[in-house]
T-cell receptor, first 113, second 112 residues
């Protein structure tokens, strides 16, 4: 049982380059999330998808786009990377209102130079 | 809309107790607590759903006051393994689906 799988684990981009972070879960969860974690800032919600076919902005959506490709996969795209997007990105999934935890991927450490 | 955690940091000696607080400005459906070790993903500790409910996990317990939109995490007889950053996550009473939002974290250090 893999849980939540994120790829890649590490990435270095040049300013202005684009990339997509991939996330897949095999737990049949309906809700999926993307967070960024910066020192002292906690986990800030970028975008979330409450169910397949829906996506909504979180607290810090600027500079990002997402796609809920199907129930398993939720990708995060940086169209034109900026140094301010240097961060650790976590994908997570959960089953809404089933009294269960959110499961996290292992994170992607992104550096934009 | 992030929940507010306090304190930001705590330093304990092994065996001491600590309380971490979490409060929200919006009506809550649930409160989650997670612990994160350096360089790792957050790990689930517990979830609280009802007003005044307390749950326990080893010597770690938590309460949730739904009316005050507050939760507290209690760590008793702390162990070295308790060191890490603790996050509370909150789900509001949205009808359209889950939106899990986290606080800024409380860094807990347990020294021998």
């Amino acid at each position: 049982n893999a849980g939540v799988t994120q790829t890649p684990k590490f990435q270095v981009l040049k300013t202005g380059q684009s990339m997509t972070l991939q996330c897949a879960q095999d737990m049949n969860h309906n809700s999926m999330y993307w967070y960024r974690q910066d020192p002292g800032m906690g986990l800030r919600l970028i975008y979330y998808s409450a169910s397949e076919g829906t996506t909504d902005k979180g607290e810090v959506p600027n500079g990002y786009n997402v796609s809920r490709l199907n129930k398993r996969e939720f990708s995060l795209r940086l169209e034109s990377a900026a140094p301010s997007q240097t961060s650790v990105y976590f994908c997570a999934s959960s089953m809404w209102k089933t009294n269960t935890e959110a499961f996290f991927g292992q994170g992607t450490r992104l550096t934009v130079v | 809309q992030q929940p507010v955690q306090s304190p930001q940091a705590v330093i304990l000696r092994e065996g001491e107790d600590a309380v971490i607080n979490c409060s929200s400005s919006k009506a809550l459906y649930s409160v989650h607590w997670y612990r994160q070790k350096h360089g790792e993903a957050p790990v689930f500790l517990m979830i609280l759903l009802k007003g005044g409910e307390q749950k326990g996990h080893d010597k770690i317990s938590a309460s949730f006051n739904e009316k005050k939109q507050q939760s507290s995490l209690y760590l008793t007889a702390s162990q070295l393994s308790y060191s890490g950053t603790y996050f509370c996550g909150t789900e509001g009473k949205e009808t359209s689906g889950s939106r899990l939002t986290f606080g800024e974290g409380t860094q807990l250090t347990v020294n021998p």
